[in-house]
T-cell receptor, first 114, second 113 residues
Framework: GAGVSQTPSNKVTEKGKYVELRCDPISGHTALYWYRQSLGQGPEFLIYFQGTGAADDSGLPNDRFFAVRPEGSVSTLKIQRTERGDSAVYLC????????????FGSGTRLTVV | QKEVEQNSGPLSVPEGAIASLNCTYSDRVSQSFFWYRQYSGKSPELIMSIYSNGDKEDGRFTAQLNKASQYVSLLIRDSQPSDSATYLCAVENYGGSQGNLIFGKGTKLSVKP
């Protein structure tokens, strides 16, 4: 596609529920990143995919968070047993090959856990 | 813990003035540096990248890098009200997988007409 597409744009869920956030990167971009951004903070790194594999998942805060990219294109971020502290904007970004030249962000998914 | 530090602001400048935004980083081996602009409620947008010491100009924007001082800056000349946004400094994480950028908290810029 022309840009990075994220769905849904907004998600409200109850504490303890499971959520999935989807990211469709720019066509041909092999590198895909998930970040989350809380109010007044910069984006915080979660996980980086190069192709189908997670090259670096060191930013995932705990084992409730998991992400996949089975065919090297679309990625899904999965959060189990959501907590109110998970509320944030979840940003996806992609780049042709790594961060060297920066990357393009999608419009984000605003997750609210009530 | 690798860090990127920015003054959170707000930085207020009059229309037509030069806005100067500053950033320091902790990882001495970092090689790639970026400035992103983020309008309220929107996602970050890449506006400048710099890799070598010195200045890099693009229109009204100039990025400056001093690796010895671990310092990056962004100058916006002839500031316009449409430049009002939060400016995020980002530095390539040169350790581990070398696969991500570390962001500062951002500096909020307000350009007054």
């Amino acid at each position: 596609g022309a840009g990075v597409s994220q769905t849904p744009s907004n998600k409200v869920t109850e504490k303890g529920k499971y959520v999935e956030l989807r990211c469709d990167p720019i066509s041909g971009h092999t590198a895909l990143y998930w970040y989350r951004q809380s109010l007044g903070q910069g984006p915080e790194f979660l996980i980086y995919f190069q192709g189908t594999g997670a090259a670096d998942d060191s930013g995932l805060p705990n084992d409730r968070f998991f992400a996949v990219r089975p065919e090297g294109s679309v990625s899904t971020l999965k959060i189990q047993r959501t907590e109110r502290g998970d509320s944030a904007v979840y940003l996806c970004a992609s780049s042709p090959n790594g961060p060297r030249y920066g990357y393009t962000f999608g419009s984000g998914t605003r997750l609210t856990v009530v | 813990q690798k860090e990127v530090e920015q003054n959170s602001g707000p930085l207020s400048v009059p229309e037509g003035a030069i806005a100067s935004l500053n950033c320091t980083y902790s990882d001495r081996v970092s090689q790639s540096f970026f400035w992103y602009r983020q309008y309220s409620g929107k996602s970050p947008e890449l506006i400048m990248s710099i890799y070598s010491n010195g200045d890099k100009e693009d229109g009204r924007f100039t990025a400056q890098l001093n690796k010895a001082s671990q310092y990056v800056s962004l100058l916006i000349r002839d500031s316009q009200p449409s430049d009002s946004a939060t400016y995020l400094c980002a530095v390539e994480n040169y350790g581990g997988s070398q696969g991500n950028l570390i962001f500062g908290k951002g500096t909020k810029l307000s350009v007054k007409p």
